[in-house]
């Protein structure tokens, strides 16, 4: 059986649960809020530009956004920092925070600028409309595993939660063993010394 889409997924779990009255919808949410913002592999990644105008103290971060992976201005990147160490004029900033929805800068900018942002991009939700992503696309067990152990918390089942719970291990797994041979194969990850 394949698992394309949202009512692939839906007739897949049925046919798992043997049961005509689930409230699918509501499992396939709960499943989703539990991975949703921590699943993590290359292809959630995004890259976005953003404007930031001269004198502006912060500027939104991307509503999916779930972990910044890079923030650059000019090319040059800034070093996270803790919020009570932004406070310097207005000038070249070397730090951000992030507060909130927020990134806050060291200093205010001096002119517009624009900053370039990578980041993990929270898993979409599936709906009607948008049947599939790329995390159903890709790694389809991550999903069903994920709504059959939602299922098994519904029906009270807790034989049925370890088992899929146990696969659903295995499943992520999988998927952060592809992230990270994805992320960086034919190549050993170095690191470099600054004097």
């Not at 002119?111 to 948008?130: G, M, S």
């Not at 034989?159 to 291990?169: E, F, I, N």
Request: aromatic fraction near 8%; hydrophobic fraction near 50%.
């Amino acid at each position: 059986m394949a698992l394309a889409n949202v009512l692939e997924l839906k007739a897949a779990v049925a046919d798992y649960a043997v049961r005509s009255d689930l409230p699918i919808n509501t499992l396939i949410a709960l499943a989703e809020s539990k991975f949703a913002s921590s699943v993590k592999h290359r292809l959630c990644e995004k890259h976005v530009e953003i404007a930031v105008a001269r004198d502006a103290a912060s500027f939104p971060l991307p509503v999916d956004f779930q972990e910044g992976r890079s923030l650059k201005v000019n090319h040059r990147p800034l070093t996270l920092a803790s919020i009570d160490a932004l406070n310097a004029p207005p000038g070249e900033t070397e730090q951000y925070a992030i507060v909130g929805n927020t990134v806050r800068l060291q200093s205010r900018p001096a002119k517009d600028l624009v900053v370039a942002l990578t980041y993990y991009a929270r898993v979409p939700a599936l709906t009607e409309a948008a049947s599939t992503n790329w995390l159903l696309a890709t790694f389809p067990d991550v999903y069903l595993y994920a709504v059959l152990v939602e299922y098994a918390i519904w029906a009270n089942d807790a034989d049925k939660q370890a088992t899929y719970a146990a696969l659903l291990g295995v499943a992520l797994g999988n998927l952060a063993a592809d992230h990270a041979r994805g992320s960086f194969s034919g190549s050993t990850l170095q690191t470099r010394r600054f004097a």
